[in-house]
């Protein structure tokens, strides 16, 4: 994966808006990241987990976060919410996506967990919130009443799906006026061949695409 910046993004210095940035991690979970998974079907826990990969990554990511002083967010999502309140949309939908797995509660707990890579890191302080919206973390979660509280106005950006839940936090956080930069190489999209022109959409209209070593070098 390539980043580069459009060139409406020129300008900014990135070394300054990492003074008062918060760092948002987004579905590092079981149900994503893990080979049972729930959302295993599409391969992307191995590219994560490849020497390189964007897990990799986020760790080495939250680690400059903490020599930084930023505040650190994990935003959980369910994948299996079939006791959510439901449009008959969204029990369609949900429904398809439990199909026959029969699985007690402690496997559904487990699908939501972090995996142990970033349970390992976690610490004290750190926002750990569940979003109850359909792929939206600043919706169903604590994130914004987070935000205020740490007086941040700057995010940085990771995690999955690029092409769903980062994209949409990018485009969601400039809509309540604040400044987000994805990190491109620690994010990963449903199939490889979306990852660029996601990147490039996001850059285009809604935050810089960076990369960890924009980040290390600002």
């Excluded at 491109?184 to 061949?193: H, I, Q, R, V």
Aim: charged share 20%.
């Amino acid at each position: 994966m390539t980043t580069g910046r459009h060139p409406q993004w020129s300008d900014l210095d990135l070394s300054k808006f990492l003074n008062d940035a918060a760092l948002l991690v987004i579905d590092p979970t079981n149900g994503v990241l893990h080979g049972d998974g729930a959302q295993a079907g599409d391969g992307l826990w191995r590219r994560a987990r490849a020497e390189g990969g964007s897990l990799e990554k986020i760790i080495q990511l939250v680690a400059i976060a903490r020599s930084r002083g930023m505040p650190v967010a994990w935003l959980r999502y369910e994948f299996l919410r079939q006791h959510y309140p439901a449009t008959a949309l969204d029990a369609a939908q949900y429904q398809y996506w439990y199909q026959n797995r029969h699985w007690t509660q402690e496997q559904k707990a487990w699908q939501g967990a972090l995996v142990d890579e970033v349970a390992a890191i976690k610490q004290d302080g750190d926002l750990d919130s569940v979003y109850t919206s359909f792929g939206n973390v600043f919706l169903g979660s604590s994130l914004l009443a987070a935000l205020n509280a740490w007086k941040t106005r700057s995010l940085l950006i990771c995690g999955y799906h690029l092409d769903h839940c980062i994209e949409q936090a990018a485009r969601t956080a400039r809509d309540f006026g604040l400044m987000p930069f994805v990190v491109g190489d620690c994010c990963g999209a449903s199939e490889p061949a979306d990852e660029e022109p996601t990147l490039k959409r996001v850059d285009a209209n809604w935050a810089p695409a960076i990369s960890l070593h924009d980040v290390t070098a600002a």
